[in-house]
């Protein structure tokens, strides 16, 4: 090999990886899909089950509120975090904003999930949703989240971030791994995109995206579960409609092929 070229990557720890894929893999419920927000950036596909959850938790605010006006529509108000911005880009109905991260600590400016429920919970007894993008910070976020706490949404819509580096960095994966561990207990995913923005790794020779955006449910509402057969989703959109999609990966696909 010459000296400037760069190893293929393989994946660090086999076991730990086939439970990372276990999560990724998403099945198709009877629930159906419809999304929420912009058809780009900032819109997702969740469960047409919104009925009786109490509040959104947005953590990683940024440039996008789209989403969280969607279910202000619905009358669920959303909670809102991000500390690398002043303010909201949109005057959303009903939300509340904190200038603070999500982490793994009470810190500065920066909160644990349980914290920031436990100052701000609207009712108890309700189900709740968590809607996340941190930039990677998901996983010690999630995996210092108690779980009874993980148990009060009934649906958690993620990007899970450095999915090549989880795959093969034994000091990404660990991370990933307690978060994952955790949340297959209560949840199943039920809608994994890729995001095209930041194009993708080969591992083992096949590419895997950087960024994707997952929907989990949880198993108490997944009735019918079954390996997805329409992937991408008719709702799926490139984030960037500019740029070439990407596939989902074989090891996470329930059957099919496609790009969107």
């Given at each position: 090999?010459?000296?400037?070229?760069?190893?293929?990557?393989?994946?660090?720890?086999?076991?730990?990886?086939?439970?990372?894929?276990?999560?990724?893999?998403?099945?198709?419920?009877?629930t159906?899909?419809?999304?929420?927000?912009d058809?780009g950036d900032?819109?997702?596909l969740?469960?047409?089950?919104?009925?009786?959850?109490?509040?959104c938790?947005?953590?990683?605010?940024?440039?996008?509120?789209?989403?969280?006006?969607?279910?202000?529509?619905?009358g669920?108000?959303?909670?809102?975090?991000?500390?690398?911005?002043?303010?909201?880009?949109?005057?959303?109905?009903?939300a509340?904003?904190?200038?603070?991260?999500?982490?793994?600590?009470?810190?500065?400016?920066?909160?644990?999930?349980?914290?920031?429920?436990?100052?701000?919970?609207?009712?108890?007894?309700?189900?709740?949703?968590?809607?996340m993008?941190?930039?990677?910070?998901?996983y010690?976020?999630?995996?210092?989240?108690?779980?009874?706490?993980?148990?009060?949404?009934?649906?958690?819509?993620?990007?899970?971030h450095?999915?090549p580096?989880?795959?093969?960095?034994?000091?990404f994966?660990?991370?990933?791994?307690?978060?994952?561990?955790?949340?297959?207990?209560?949840?199943?995913?039920?809608h994994?995109?890729?995001?095209?923005?930041?194009?993708?790794?080969?591992i083992?020779?096949?590419t895997?995206?950087?960024?994707?955006?997952?929907?989990?449910?949880?198993?108490d509402?997944?009735?019918?579960?079954?390996?997805?057969t329409?992937?991408?989703?008719?709702?799926?959109?490139?984030?960037?409609?500019?740029?070439?999609?990407?596939?989902?990966?074989?090891?996470?696909?329930?059957?099919?092929?496609?790009?969107?």
């Amino acid at each position: 090999m010459p000296a400037n070229a760069t190893a293929p990557r393989t994946v660090a720890d086999s076991k730990a990886a086939a439970t990372i894929d276990a999560v990724l893999t998403p099945q198709d419920t009877d629930t159906p899909l419809i999304r929420l927000g912009d058809f780009g950036d900032g819109g997702y596909l969740v469960p047409d089950d919104l009925r009786g959850i109490a509040a959104c938790y947005s953590p990683g605010v940024s440039e996008q509120a789209s989403f969280e006006m969607d279910m202000a529509k619905r009358g669920i108000p959303s909670f809102m975090a991000d500390a690398s911005v002043a303010h909201p880009p949109l005057d959303v109905p009903g939300a509340r904003f904190v200038a603070k991260f999500l982490g793994d600590r009470d810190e500065g400016d920066v909160m644990t999930l349980a914290s920031w429920v436990a100052a701000t919970d609207p009712d108890p007894g309700a189900d709740l949703l968590l809607q996340m993008d941190i930039e990677g910070a998901e996983y010690a976020t999630l995996a210092a989240a108690p779980r009874d706490l993980l148990r009060r949404f009934r649906m958690i819509v993620i990007e899970w971030h450095h999915l090549p580096s989880v795959l093969t960095k034994p000091r990404f994966m660990r991370p990933a791994l307690a978060a994952m561990e955790t949340l297959r207990k209560d949840f199943v995913t039920v809608h994994l995109h890729p995001n095209n923005v930041s194009g993708g790794v080969e591992i083992d020779g096949e590419t895997i995206p950087r960024v994707v955006e997952a929907t989990l449910l949880r198993r108490d509402r997944a009735t019918g579960l079954r390996p997805a057969t329409a992937l991408p989703h008719p709702l799926d959109r490139r984030h960037n409609p500019g740029k070439p999609a990407l596939a989902l990966p074989r090891r996470w696909r329930g059957g099919t092929e496609g790009k969107a």
